[in-house]
Structures are given as structure tokens and as C-alpha cells.
Nanobody
């Protein structure tokens, strides 16, 4: 299983970024996918989830209405569109999926929101 995130960077408050996570090594279309984040000195936080078909999504209250999770099963990729970014969104963002025996994580991509 391999999960590779991309799309992070430095953005000003109020700006937007789209994160991507390319998956391989498993049947992507059979698994729910998640985005989590970890800010310095804080616990890792679940940000958004999407079911295997993309039919249902859930969000943390802190990002509801600003972030959108989506997936393309033909491309084995999950996305996180982040709008109206705030300084408190600064964190390393990880895509992850819960397999039969363990959770698999990508290496993370840094998102920094600062003027």
C-alpha cells in the first residue's frame, strides 16, 4: 500500500489549496478514504472522510463549509479542496485508509497559512 500526498504549500489567509493523494497497492475503489492533519504541538485530527463510492462524506466541525473531500476511483486519487483557509489550518495533512489489519498513512504534505 502506498499513499502519496501532494499540493501543499504556503498560502495567505482566505486563500485556497487543493491536496491530492495518489493511492496504489490495494483496491482503491473498495475503501473509504480520509484526510487527517497534525499541527505542531497538537494531536492528529481527522478532517474529512469519504466512502468507497464517494456517495457520503463527513467533516470535522472546524472545516465544515470550507473543505471538500472528493475521489476519482478511475485515477485512484482522493482530493481535499480547501477554501477560506485560516492560520489555524496550518498543519501537515495526511491521507489515510483503514485496511483489514491496520491503518495506512501517507508521508504528509505541509500546509502553511500565513500572511
Amino acid at each position: 500500500v502506498q499513499l502519496v500526498e501532494s499540493g501543499g504549500g504556503l498560502v495567505q489567509p482566505g486563500g485556497s489549496l487543493r491536496l491530492s493523494c495518489a493511492a496504489s497497492g490495494f483496491t482503491f475503489s473498495s475503501y473509504a478514504m480520509r484526510w487527517s492533519r497534525q499541527a505542531p504541538g497538537k494531536e492528529r485530527e481527522l478532517v474529512a472522510t469519504i466512502t468507497s463510492t464517494g456517495g457520503n462524506t463527513n467533516y470535522a466541525d472546524s472545516v465544515k463549509g470550507r473543505f471538500t473531500i472528493a475521489r476519482d476511483n478511475a485515477k485512484n486519487t482522493v482530493y481535499l479542496q480547501m477554501n477560506s483557509l485560516k492560520p489555524e489550518d496550518t498543519a501537515v495533512y495526511y491521507c489515510n485508509t483503514r485496511g483489514p489489519f491496520r491503518t495506512y498513512w501517507g508521508q504528509g504534505t505541509q500546509v502553511t497559512v500565513s500572511s
